[in-house]
């Protein structure tokens, strides 16, 4: 059970996030442009990392406010939380 | 009592409080402060359970959470009997009633002995090798295994205890109220912490509080003495609360513990009433420290599981603790000096000691001089190869270790006693450590594992963390915690410790006897009856990694997780192997420390706390007019409301009838509603759903449906304009919840340039719908002010009306095919505006009509509903809704994945209507449709989603969705039950009203 | 030829005081070049070498495993096996599986304890009751055992199920599939593995791969642990390391790796006598052999790969089991633990090629893989052996998620596996 440092209301108990997976995919802008494949790697392909990920989590139980996380799935250590919109940090 | 085993005015015990209990049908007394084991040895009752595979008599080995054997069945009552009951760990209340488990007809005489007989036939992992022919035939076998495993009886009736919750939060948690934890306490106190302090037992103070040799001083006082001083000034701290009977349980990632507290266990049956029976504290702690000590071995030897053979700290704590002789002719078995302790104890307390019987070649402490010095008989350097007494011990037979230790030479001696307590060194308690992802490493001078590396803000101080003398575990204690707390001086800091110190160590992990091991029986899991036979021949078949040999021996998976048991397997598989024990590894440990009580999981969440039950503001009104309910997730919604004794089926027909020919109401309150507002909104519309809303007017309405991303239909309800900038969306019930985060999250992630905001007012609004031929002509004696007319109040359109004080929000707006108008009001207003309509309709019969109805009634006119003819693999091109797919918008959720080369077959599964050749047949939603049912395997080309008989049209109605559907209008297809084929034809999906007439009254 | 292993086998192997006993499975180290090599030595690795060796006379292959084998979500599940599957893809693969565990024990000579004694899924909400009947007329068209049971059936097939129409989410009834049930995890991949050694398949334990080595679009070889292994073929069934495998050959896989935890109480004598599955209310139980409660909890919504979840899981299933079994109050929990299971989108597993030439990957079975060991053994190392797939798992390819062609069992199967 983590700790969740929200950025908007401070540090919370994990069960009031929801994860929403990996972060930095973002909506392909002209989606009509991509073919199959491209459109499957948006929607389906995950780099699921054994290691540091960037992913989207929501104070879902709280603010309901979307941000980033960067956390190692491989020991749930966070390194890093920031807002949406930021760029992923350098780890 | 007829033998003198009770020594008196001991502290811990009471001995005005004289308890009965009842053992196996025969009372017996103890006293207040006892354990149930404890008062069972003070009646010389040592045998009180058969082991699990070959039903071996089995006594009271251990003190603590640690027993393997002595585990019962508590009460007899079917709703309160708990199976598999620690007698170590249960305090011993008036009443208590208890049996011993796993044997037939009595713990005495046990039919399943004859398997100690068969034993060699039952090695580890036999029944992988056997029971395999005839196939058959297993499930016979499994019957016999199965009525033969298991241990205590699962209770029958519902558990009438309460349970609790609590959440904790500290600086400093500390796990272990014995000295190490208390002075850490104390440490971390004086620095201002807000320090929680958890101990397992009744009391505070751990083994060193019941310590009564004289060789121990701390500031120049017994040891003891210094103790409670220091527990006196403890419970007078403010800055620590103390939690007692309560056992951490586990120790997840980021300091979350969990720790249970026995509240009422410990009294007796009467005075439980209306008490929380456990608490479960969920703890919070900035930093952990693990003060848990250390858990005796024993020792490897042929026979060393019978009734009379115990730990001899155990036996030392039931004298000085519990003021219990274990025995009247005792023998101790070492490698270590600390069983010193427990021959200085019998000694003090007038118990006859015959001998002490050492596997070293010596030892010159001060301890073991002392017990020298007494007179007692040690034999060192020998080894016990055998030991005798069914039912309990009555004798051992020892030996002289050779050189090595591997062999035995000279000659047997026998000694007598009916106690043998047995040391094989200590086990730091290192569970919550590697529970909470802690790394171990091996010290070679202690054969233990002992804490290395973590991750959390943790320390492990005393005996769990390798410190067993006295002076190390104090000074150590102090050292370390004032260097994890970050403090430069503490109180203890001059303390002055003398103890006994060891010198001279030696560990044989399995002790060689005069017999070949396979004649044998040297257990190591005393419960699942693992032997170290087991272990070297899961080794000989391959098994090597340490789980293997666990799985296949089963070594360490009874109840008390192989707290006992480990240590020895390890050693064991690294001496066979030649493998250093540090390189082996240890098993996982898994939580909970103890077995946990799933009541005390689940808390108070049991009943008709499982789930909230989500109710309109109409509800007590459906309740009174004997509305049946149907679950839509929380929600409760009214399903029908059967009149003077009327089956589901007629109370809808004529619910229908009503609403088709007259008038009827439904409370929609249920559906999810979202306020959308803000400049963008417009565009954050077109964006959500698939049609266009651009040209949407003020005062409008409009049907939308909303994709997933990959492009199966997901929610669909009603938008109204409210305002420029303003809209009010609708959801079904059930995806209120997923379709609002749904939403949020695109708008926070993907869209965050728009200028939307979004509340969710579902639980804000209460909405009554009324429709049929006569819902204009009621809603003007509602609102006589307002325009009904069809030029002033089309159809999907919207007014802002007020009634008295109440703004009511009225939409034109159908689901049912009739003139339909929902009022949608506040909640506070929603039973109120409900009985007006309902007063106003009266002269027009108007009926209240539930879910089952409104599905009917929107099936008869062809309308889909979300999760019902849809399972997330339809798009609206399957719905036959192409109508609702803009081809202007340039992009929308979906849309993309529309033009899969898959999802643009032709072929795929279609929404079409079903017609049955007989009228009265009525499908059953689900059932499969096929061309050919006898062509095997069957083509099933689709299903029934939506099934009723429609009282307007006079015949069977359904939906269902079809394989190339759109193609097969008219065709005479075949739905297939286990007891008979039901012929139908494909049809259009809109049954009734084709023109939409009825939509206007 | 190894022991057979039989009563008498047993018998006379008392008299040598189990002296005799043969290795179950050699331990050898990894030769320079194999003509195929498994990564991963779980069930469904080691079934799918058995496969390869028996039925297509591949024999010069190994499987390398990180750890010990076994000891992924073999090892941590709670052995469910029935194949009521709702889509005929499905019910194919589940069915072809569900069909070799009834034969699985006598052709291993391993007793597997597959044991037969049902699986009932209960309905609790108007729509449950839709889509379970749904299942059952496809599964009977289908040729699959599953029956619809009215909720006086349920009591009476259960009878200590609170069948009370007072809960909160009362049974409305279940389906049924008897042939279904558990199997033992631990002898699964044992039996398989000394199967797959006898016929000369190398199973090398503590062998970590740490890469794989390409030549354009072929692959070339593992880099290992215990060194570089030469070989033409790889196939992938790495559970939830299945995308850090498919990383190190520059794939992306629709995958998420996700915690699942399961828990069993301390040993009682028989009281539950079949398997019962609960979506709504979101709880799996049955008794093991050895007389513990088997409980299947939920997934967590984030990637792990800790072996860990969170405790409001564990506390949720619990909630679940107590509202359907009130009289388990009193049981303890005795152990729980977590495993990492690797989830795609549709609910349904790839038994596929991949564009590199050479590589195969069996995976995404999320929380449902053990009962289909034996079938996914089978249908991957048919598709390895001939670099196509059979027609039971065609419909298991990767392409499915560019098509759109998915097997989506997210509506019968969601949770509860």
């Known amino acids: 059970m983590f700790l969740i440092n929200c950025p908007y209301c401070g540090e919370r108990d994990q069960s009031e996030f929801v994860s929403g997976g990996e972060a930095h995919i973002a909506r392909p802008k002209q989606p009509t442009e991509l073919n199959d494949d491209q459109w499957a790697e948006y929607l389906f392909m995950r780099k699921n990392i054994k290691g540091i990920q960037f992913e989207r989590w929501n104070?879902?139980?709280?603010?309901?406010?979307?941000?980033?996380?960067?956390?190692?799935?491989?020991?749930?250590?966070?390194?890093?939380?920031?807002?949406?919109?930021e760029q992923p940090p350098k780890l | 009592m007829s033998k003198n085993l009770r020594i008196n005015n001991k502290q811990f015990i009471d001995e005005t409080r004289k308890l009965s209990f009842i053992f196996n049908g025969k009372k017996l007394y103890g006293y207040k402060g006892d354990t149930l084991a404890s008062a069972l040895l003070s009646n010389d009752i040592h045998l009180v359970g058969r082991s699990f595979k070959y039903h071996r008599p089995r006594g009271i080995m251990t003190s603590g959470s640690e027993e393997p054997n002595a585990i019962l069945q508590i009460g007899n009552d079917d709703a309160l009997t708990e199976p598999n009951v620690r007698a170590t760990e249960i305090e011993l209340y008036d009443g208590l009633i208890c049996n011993s488990q796993n044997c037939w007809p009595s713990v005495k005489f046990d039919i399943g002995g004859i398997n100690n007989f068969l034993s060699p036939l039952l090695p580890a992992g036999f029944y992988y090798k056997t029971f395999m022919w005839p196939a058959s035939f297993w499930e016979k076998y499994e019957y016999f295994i199965r009525k033969s495993a298991g241990l205590g009886k699962s209770p029958t009736k519902q558990d009438p205890d309460m349970y609790d919750h609590r959440y904790m939060h500290c600086d400093i948690l500390i796990i272990g109220g014995g000295v190490s934890g208390l002075i850490a306490a104390k440490i971390a106190s004086d620095d201002n912490k807000k320090v929680l302090l958890l101990e397992d037992k009744?009391?505070?103070?751990?083994?060193?509080?019941?310590?009564?040799?004289?060789?121990?001083?701390?500031?120049?006082?017994?040891?003891?003495?210094?103790?409670?001083?220091?527990?006196?000034?403890?419970?007078?701290?403010?800055?620590?609360?103390?939690?007692?009977?309560?056992?951490?349980?586990?120790?997840?990632?980021?300091?979350?513990?969990?720790?249970?507290?026995?509240?009422?266990?410990?009294?007796?049956?009467?005075?439980?009433?209306?008490?929380?029976?456990?608490?479960?504290?969920?703890i919070r702690a900035k930093k952990v420290i693990i003060s848990t000590g250390a858990i005796e071995r024993p020792q490897v030897f042929h026979n060393n599981d019978r009734p009379g053979i115990m730990l001899a700290s155990a036996v030392k704590k039931y004298i000085d603790y519990y003021g219990v002789r274990c025995g009247l002719e005792n023998v101790i078995f070492t490698n270590n000096d600390s069983a010193y302790e427990t021959a200085l104890s019998l000694h003090k307390s007038g118990t006859k000691l015959n001998a002490i019987v050492d596997i070293r070649n010596n030892s010159s402490s001060e301890i073991v001089n002392k017990v020298k010095s007494l007179g007692i008989q040690i034999y060192w350097n020998h080894t016990i190869v055998n030991t005798k007494g069914y039912k309990r011990i009555n004798k051992v037979t020892i030996m002289k270790l050779n050189d090595k230790g591997n062999d035995v030479v000279g000659k047997k001696i026998e000694l007598n006693c009916d106690c043998l307590a047995i040391s094989g060194g200590w086990t730091p308690m290192v569970h919550l450590f590697t529970q909470s992802g802690g790394k171990l490493k091996f010290d070679n001078k202690d054969n233990i594992f002992v804490p290395d590396k973590t991750n959390l803000n943790q320390l492990s101080i005393g005996s769990a963390k390798g410190d067993f003398e006295l002076d190390d575990v104090l000074k150590n204690s102090i050292k370390d915690t004032k260097k994890f707390l970050q403090i430069e001086n503490s109180n203890f800091d001059k303390i002055d410790v003398k103890c006994s110190k060891e010198k001279e160590k030696k560990n044989i992990w399995l002790l060689p006897s005069d017999k070949p091991l396979s004649k044998t029986k040297p257990f190591l899991d005393y419960q699942n009856d693992s032997t170290a036979k087991d272990i070297k021949l899961a080794l000989r078949e391959g098994f090597k990694s340490i789980e293997h040999v666990k799985r296949y021996t089963t070594t360490g998976m009874g109840t008390d997780q192989g707290k006992l048991a480990n240590m020895h397997a390890l050693g064991i598989v690294a001496d066979t192997t030649n493998t250093n024990m540090g390189d082996l590894g240890t098993t996982t440990f898994r939580p909970p420390y103890t077995p946990l009580t799933f009541g005390t999981i689940v808390g108070r969440n049991v009943g008709q706390f499982f789930d909230i039950f989500r109710k309109t503001p109409m509800h007590d009104w459906h309740v009174d007019n004997n509305a049946k309910f149907e679950n839509v997730g929380q929600w409760k919604r009214a399903w029908y409301y059967p009149k003077d004794g009327e089956s589901m089926h007629d109370a809808v027909q004529r619910e229908s009838k009503a609403a088709r020919e007259s008038s009827g109401i439904l409370d929609a309150s249920t559906l999810g509603k979202i306020d959308i507002q803000g400049t963008d909104a417009n565009e954050f519309l077109n964006r959500v759903y698939t049609n266009a809303w651009s040209k949407l007017q003020i005062g409008k309405c409009r049907y939308g449906l909303m994709l997933n991303e990959d492009g199966m239909v997901y929610d669909d309800g009603v938008t109204t304009k409210l305002g420029e900038n303003h809209y009010l969306m609708t959801t079904t019930t059930g995806g209120a919840a997923n379709v609002m985060s749904k939403l949020e999250d695109y708008l926070q992630t993907e869209w965050p340039e728009l200028d939307v905001?979004?509340?969710?007012?579902?639980?804000?609004?209460?909405?009554?719908?009324?429709?049929?031929?006569?819902?204009?002509?009621?809603?003007?004696?509602?609102?006589?002010?307002?325009?009904?007319?069809?030029?002033?109040?089309?159809?999907?359109?919207?007014?802002?009306?007020?009634?008295?004080?109440?703004?009511?929000?009225?939409?034109?707006?159908?689901?049912?095919?009739?003139?339909?108008?929902?009022?949608?009001?506040?909640?506070?207003?929603?039973?109120?505006?409900?009985?007006?309509?309902?007063?106003?309709?009266?002269?027009?019969?108007?009926?209240?009509?539930?879910?089952?109805?409104?599905?009917?009634?929107?099936?008869?006119?062809?309308?889909?509903?979300?999760?019902?003819?849809?399972?997330?693999?339809?798009?609206?091109?399957?719905?036959?809704?192409?109508?609702?797919?803009?081809?202007?918008?340039?992009?929308?959720?979906?849309?993309?994945?529309?033009?899969?080369?898959?999802?643009?077959?032709?072929?795929?599964?279609?929404?079409?209507?079903?017609?049955?050749?007989?009228?009265?047949?009525?499908?059953?939603?689900?059932?499969?449709?096929?061309?050919?049912?006898?062509?095997?395997?069957?083509?099933?080309?689709?299903?029934?989603?939506?099934?009723?008989?429609?009282?307007?049209?006079?015949?069977?109605?359904?939906?269902?969705?079809?394989?190339?559907?759109?193609?097969?209008?008219?065709?005479?297809?075949?739905?297939?039950?286990?007891?008979?084929?039901?012929?139908?034809?494909?049809?259009?999906?809109?049954?009734?009203?084709?023109?939409?007439?009825?939509?206007?009254? | 030829m190894k022991n057979k292993y039989s009563i008498f086998s047993l018998i006379k192997n008392a008299f040598s005081n189990h002296e005799n006993w043969q290795r179950a499975w050699r331990d050898p180290e990894p030769k320079k070049e194999y003509d195929a090599v498994i990564v991963g030595g779980g069930g469904h690795g080691l079934a799918t070498a058995y496969y390869l060796a028996k039925k297509h006379n591949l024999t010069n292959i190994a499987v390398v495993e990180k750890g010990w084998i076994g000891g992924g979500n073999t090892g941590r599940n709670t052995t469910i096996i029935r194949s009521n599957y709702l889509w005929d893809a499905s019910a194919g693969l589940y069915d072809h599986a569900l069909k070799i565990w009834e034969g699985l024990s006598q052709e291993l000579n391993y007793n597997v304890m597959f044991s037969q004694r049902g699986v009932m899924n209960l309905a609790h909400n108007l729509q449950d009751v839709r889509d379970l009947k749904r299942r059952t007329h496809a599964n009977r068209l289908n040729g699959i055992d599953a029956v619809w049971l009215e909720t006086d059936e349920v009591k009476k097939f259960c009878p200590i199920i609170n069948t009370s129409q007072d809960i909160r989410y009362p049974v409305l009834g279940g389906t049924l599939q008897r042939r279904a049930g558990t199997a033992r995890h631990d002898a699964v991949a044992w039996g398989y593995a000394r199967g797959a050694d006898e016929m000369g398949v190398d199973i090398i334990q503590n062998c970590e791969v740490k890469g794989i080595k390409r030549n354009g679009d072929s692959v070339e070889g593992l880099e290992t642990t215990k060194g570089f292994i030469k070989t033409k073929k790889i196939g992938v069934v790495a559970a939830g390391h299945s995308s850090v495998i498919a990383n190190m050959a520059g794939l992306k896989l629709p995958l998420e790796s996700k915690p699942l935890q399961a828990l069993v109480s301390e040993p009682v004598k028989p009281i539950i006598d079949t398997v019962v599955m609960s979506n709504a209310v979101h709880a799996y139980v049955s008794q093991s052999d050895k007389g513990e409660l088997v409980i299947g909890a939920g997934t967590d919504s984030y990637v792990s790969y800790t072996q860990k979840g969170s405790f409001n899981i564990v506390e949720e299933t619990l909630k679940a089991i107590l509202e359907l079994y009130p009289i388990f109050s009193r049981m303890k929990m005795l152990r729980q633990w977590g495993g990492i299971v690797d989830i795609c989108p549709d609910a349904s597993p790839i038994i596929s090629k991949t564009s590199i030439k050479g590589l195969y990957f069996n995976c995404g079975w999320g929380t449902g893989g053990f009962k289909a060991t034996p079938g996914s053994g089978d249908l991957f190392a048919h598709t390895i052996a001939n670099d196509e797939p059979h027609k039971l798992n065609a419909a298991f390819n990767i392409n499915r998620f560019v098509s759109g062609d998915l097997v989506d069992e997210h509506g019968a199967a969601a949770v509860a596996h």
């Not at chain 2, 210094?226 to 309560?246: F, G, P, S």
């Not at chain 2, 586990?250 to 209306?274: C, E, W």
Request: charged share 30%.
């Open chain 2, 202 to 282: 009744e009391l505070l103070g751990g083994s060193l509080i019941y310590d009564d040799n004289d060789i121990s001083k701390i500031d120049n006082q017994k040891s003891s003495e210094w103790l409670k001083k220091l527990i006196e000034n403890i419970k007078n701290d403010k800055n620590i609360i103390i939690k007692t009977r309560t056992s951490l349980a586990a120790y997840h990632n980021y300091n979350f513990l969990l720790a249970r507290q026995n509240l009422t266990d410990h009294l007796s049956v009467n005075d439980r009433n209306n008490k929380i029976r456990q608490r479960l504290y969920k």
């Open chain 1, 59 to 85: 104070h879902a139980h709280g603010c309901r406010k979307w941000f980033n996380v960067a956390r190692d799935t491989s020991n749930d250590k966070i390194e890093k939380i920031y807002k949406m919109g």
């Open chain 2, 757 to 1001: 905001f979004l509340t969710s007012v579902t639980d804000h609004y209460a909405t009554a719908s009324v429709c049929g031929p006569n819902a204009k002509k009621i809603i003007n004696k509602i609102f006589k002010d307002l325009d009904l007319s069809d030029e002033s109040f089309p159809h999907m359109s919207f007014k802002e009306v007020k009634l008295g004080n109440i703004n009511c929000r009225v939409m034109r707006i159908s689901f049912t095919g009739e003139l339909s108008y929902e009022i949608n009001v506040e909640a506070s207003y929603g039973k109120y505006i409900w009985e007006k309509c309902i007063e106003a309709g009266k002269e027009f019969n108007i009926t209240p009509y539930g879910t089952e109805t409104m599905h009917l009634l929107r099936a008869e006119k062809g309308f889909i509903i979300v999760g019902q003819d849809t399972d997330g693999t339809m798009t609206p091109v399957d719905l036959q809704m192409d109508w609702i797919i803009s081809k202007k918008k340039y992009d929308f959720i979906g849309k993309r994945s529309l033009y899969r080369s898959d999802t643009i077959r032709e072929d795929r599964k279609q929404l079409v209507g079903l017609l049955t050749d007989d009228p009265n047949e009525i499908l059953e939603e689900g059932a499969q449709i096929v061309k050919d049912e006898n062509k095997k395997p069957v083509n099933m080309l689709g299903h029934v989603t939506s099934s009723y008989f429609s009282p307007t049209l006079k015949k069977s109605i359904a939906l269902a969705v079809l394989k190339e559907g759109k193609k097969l209008k008219g065709q005479k297809l075949l739905v297939p039950m286990i007891d008979k084929t039901i012929k139908v034809t494909v049809s259009d999906t809109v049954f009734l009203d084709k023109e939409n007439e009825r939509i206007n009254g």
